[in-house]
């Protein structure tokens, strides 16, 4: 039979040579160690935190307003909106994105310095300002050089060389100068019901425009400048070149050019303004 040794009484165990295993502590044991030490850890780190946030606030005190003031690249900014509004329809604000850096958000937009040059009048002009363009017609009455107190006058259909006499005197003496109906750089000259001055038969009467060919050609005079009276112009027709209109016995015809002083002093007239 195998020993059996009687395990010494608990209560002397130092009287028999044995004594209880005291290195290790039960499991409970060990579990109350451990909780102790990572409470102990916790409050140190709380400890440590609070007086170290303590310090920074005691050294520098607007360092909190600082960092709110401040925006960095990344977060949603959340200071004042610039005082000078973007550009827009109706000065209004738009979706467009800003483009400034996140330490420009407070700098207001500087206004540029205005120009002396212009004047508010210049600045705020209307479009109805815009000067309009010259007229393409022009009243005009016909003076003889060597008889400035007559002019071209129609009288029973023909143009003769009067004197004026009374407002429908004046009217009958007064032509609406166009551009030629068969040359567009020489005139054509119509009276006020509408009629144009043309040559037929080789003197000069008023009819009406017909449409033809013929009748723009009768109708249209090219200027000359006179060689003999500075100032003064000569009518030369298109379909007969080197015939220039003349007034003989008062009545303005086309006749071939003779260079003679009577026949320049008669066929050289002033282009005045009209009379009516």
Not at 161 to 170: I, T, W, Y
Not at 251 to 258: Q, S
Request: hydrophobic residues 25%; glycine residues 6%; neutral net charge.
């Amino acid at each position: 039979m195998p020993d059996n040794k009687s395990r010494p009484s608990q209560d002397q165990p130092w009287e028999n040579g044995w004594a209880p295993d005291t290195s290790r502590a039960p499991g409970t044991r060990r579990l109350w160690l451990a909780g102790g030490m990572a409470v102990a850890t916790i409050v140190a780190c709380v400890t440590a935190i609070a007086v170290s946030e303590r310090e920074s606030e005691e050294e520098s005190p607007s360092a909190s307003s600082a960092t709110e003031n401040t925006s960095y690249p990344g977060l949603i900014s959340f200071a004042s909106p610039s005082e000078t509004p973007p550009k827009g329809k109706s000065g209004l604000s738009t979706d467009r994105p800003t483009t400034r850096s996140p330490g420009q958000q407070h700098a207001s937009t500087p206004k540029p310095a205005p120009d002396p040059s212009k004047s508010p009048s210049h600045e705020d002009s209307s479009p109805t300002a815009t000067p309009k363009p010259p007229a393409t017609t022009t009243w005009r009455s016909v003076r003889s050089v060597n008889y400035p107190d007559r002019y071209w006058h129609v009288s029973d259909g023909y143009v003769r060389l009067d004197r004026v006499h009374g407002s429908e005197s004046r009217e009958d003496s007064t032509f609406k100068q166009v551009k030629g109906l068969a040359n567009s750089s020489c005139y054509s000259f119509a009276t006020q019901d509408g009629r144009y001055l043309r040559h037929r038969a080789f003197v000069l009467r008023a009819d009406r425009n017909d449409g033809s060919s013929l009748f723009g050609q009768d109708a249209t005079f090219c200027p000359r400048a006179s060689p003999s009276h500075s100032g003064a112009t000569m009518l030369e027709s298109v379909n007969y070149p080197g015939h220039f209109l003349r007034h003989r016995d008062f009545v303005v015809r086309l006749e071939r050019f003779e260079y003679s002083s009577l026949y320049l002093s008669d066929s050289s007239f002033r282009l005045v303004g009209g009379l009516a």
